[in-house]
């Protein structure tokens, strides 16, 4: 009934873009959705037709919808991206990044600008940023190299107003000494200049000045200076040896742009992108996700983590995007990259297949998501393959993506408090993580009224989760199962707690203990070592449930005993 309700208030939508916006039972949005036509693809969760599994559990908990309209499909990409982060919906995919690289930056909006190492940092217009530099390019090392070979200070901005006299580095011939006005603004720049040159994929004048100043140091026969700037240039040689990249070199012209390519494997899509700037291949960097609505609308997810990663890096925006979609794709999502960063780019992007001029490059870029895909899953099992064994272990019929963990800390009935702990595609989502107080009770330590209070408490707050995880075995299970059956609720649960074993080992029992996964409603527990991607989820959130919540009980008793502190 509910179903046929949705079906015809789809069938009244207007046949114009926007976005739409599934909603549960509670109201909380779940799934944000863009269309070219509203009335035709909301119609189709709710129609008669075959769906595959994902959208089939998503069309299960929608209650409600709302929708937006835009004027062109290019400003539903943006909308999209905006609600996505705006509500955080469960049903969306987000942006992992599998690790941050470093960037070299200089804020020449500075008097005397600094050069700067660094992995995260809040981007300003006035900065010059270089990078992301691959693990093991010995970018740090550079950079302090460079800075020492052209005098460049590295003290703080309140440092450089403050002092009265130079620092040693000016007394070991290593800094100017601008914090003194030992030297001018002009001739600091000049130095500044051949660093930026450097980064700039221009390394010949940088290295050529330095050839200068070891050839004049041996003229004058200061032969250790000599010796110790013509290591230096083997050093910075050796640098841009590395980052120059035969693919790069091969682009025609082109100096400044990103390559865009992906894998689909068995369960998960690799992205992989190549970053090029000056000619220079800076590296690479690779996420990987899985589709959580549908498989057949792989361009879309991709095209989502596109808009999120553009938005979120603090890499300068290349002049032109190379991605194998098809030619109306491409047009449709640049003209909807260009909305989302026209106050962040001073230029307009463009786009281009994976052919003709770019076909050796993208089909690198192709190689490295099956290749780094590969590796990582044979070399560390899968996030969603233990996430898909929990699901399994509990009766679920999809992998849940949203767990909560709860702890209580108490002692001897005082200053009780606990902690709400959740991860997000078996991630923390420090975000959404809560404390709570709660009252001291006359009979002391009560799990069940304890966990009662917490939960109540915890409906108020946001989309509940696909499961929940209790710190503890049976009886910490069954009060906790106990809570939500008076709460009306029917979420799965499961417990982890260490239990102890015995094996034979040379005819002689050996007792151990280890982690184990307790279900409700099974007799014996599953050893969590038998799926190590589960037990590291698993035992993290543990660790971070009694870490977050130790951390405000102590607090909370130091308030106790010590009055005012």
Not at 106 to 126: A, C, N, Q, T
Not at 332 to 344: I, S
């Amino acid at each position: 009934m509910k179903k046929q309700k949705l079906f015809e208030k789809a069938k009244d939508l207007p046949i114009k873009p926007g976005c739409y916006l599934m909603k549960n039972s509670r109201g909380d949005v779940i799934y944000v959705g863009k269309a070219k036509s509203l009335k035709s693809r909301v119609s189709s969760y709710f129609s008669g037709a075959e769906k595959d599994k994902k959208t089939t559990i998503l069309v299960g908990h929608i209650s409600d919808f709302e929708f937006i309209l835009v004027a062109s499909d290019a400003e539903s990409y943006v909308l999209e991206n905006n609600l996505i982060k705006k509500h955080s919906p469960k049903y969306n995919i987000r942006l992992k990044d599998d690790k941050s690289y470093p960037y070299v930056y200089l804020d020449l909006g500075e008097k005397y600008p600094r050069i700067e190492y660094k992995r995260k940092f809040k981007r300003k217009s006035s900065m010059e940023i270089f990078g992301p530099f691959t693990t093991g390019s010995n970018v740090k090392e550079v950079v302090k190299l460079l800075r020492k070979l052209f005098y460049v200070r590295d003290c703080s901005n309140r440092q450089l107003k403050s002092r009265k006299r130079p620092c040693l580095l000016f007394q070991m011939d290593q800094c100017q000494g601008p914090c003194v006005s030992k030297v001018s603004e002009a001739e600091y720049s000049r130095h500044i200049s051949k660093i930026v040159q450097f980064f700039c994929g221009r390394p010949e004048p940088t290295l050529m000045a330095l050839e200068e100043r070891m050839q004049n140091y041996a003229e004058i026969e200061e032969f250790e200076k000599a010796a110790s700037i013509r290591d230096s240039i083997k050093r910075l040689e050796e640098f841009v040896s590395q980052s120059v990249q035969q693919n790069a070199e091969d682009l025609k012209g082109e100096r400044s742009l990103d390559v865009i390519g992906f894998y689909k494997g068995d369960e998960e899509v690799e992205l992989s992108f190549f970053i090029v700037r000056n000619g220079i291949l800076l590296g690479s960097k690779n996420f990987s996700f899985r589709g959580l609505v549908s498989d057949s609308n792989l361009d879309e997810e991709i095209e989502r983590y596109i808009l999120q990663y553009y938005e979120k890096t603090n890499d300068s925006i290349p002049k032109r995007i190379v991605i194998s979609f098809e030619r109306n794709r491409r047009d449709l999502f640049g003209e909807a990259l260009n909305l989302l960063l026209n106050e962040r780019s001073p230029h307009k992007v463009r786009f281009s297949g994976s052919n003709g001029t770019f076909k050796s490059i993208s089909g690198l870029v192709d190689q490295q998501a099956k290749e780094y895909q590969r590796v990582r899953l044979s070399h560390q099992e899968s996030i969603y393959s233990g996430l898909k064994r929990l699901g399994e272990l509990l009766g679920m019929s999809e992998r849940p993506v949203v767990l909560e963990c709860y702890d209580i800390a108490v002692w001897s009935g005082s200053s009780p408090t606990a902690s709400q702990v959740v991860f997000h595609e078996g991630r923390p989502d420090r975000s959404a993580y809560r404390h709570f107080h709660m009252e001291e009770r006359e009979e002391g330590n009560n799990d069940f009224e304890m966990m009662k209070e917490v939960l109540t408490r915890r409906m108020a707050h946001g989309v509940l989760p696909d499961a929940f995880i209790v710190d503890g075995g049976k009886g910490q299970i069954n009060s906790f199962v106990s809570v939500l059956r008076d709460l009306g609720l029917d979420i799965p649960v499961a417990g982890i707690a260490k239990e102890r074993t015995t094996s034979d080992f040379k005819s002689k029992e050996v007792e151990k203990s280890e982690e184990r996964l307790v279900i409700p409603g099974r007799s014996n527990s599953y050893p969590l070592r038998k799926n190590p991607a589960l037990f590291r989820i698993l035992v993290e959130m543990r660790d971070e449930a009694h870490r977050f919540s130790r951390r405000l009980h102590h607090k909370a008793e130091l308030k106790r005993i010590i009055p005012g502190i």
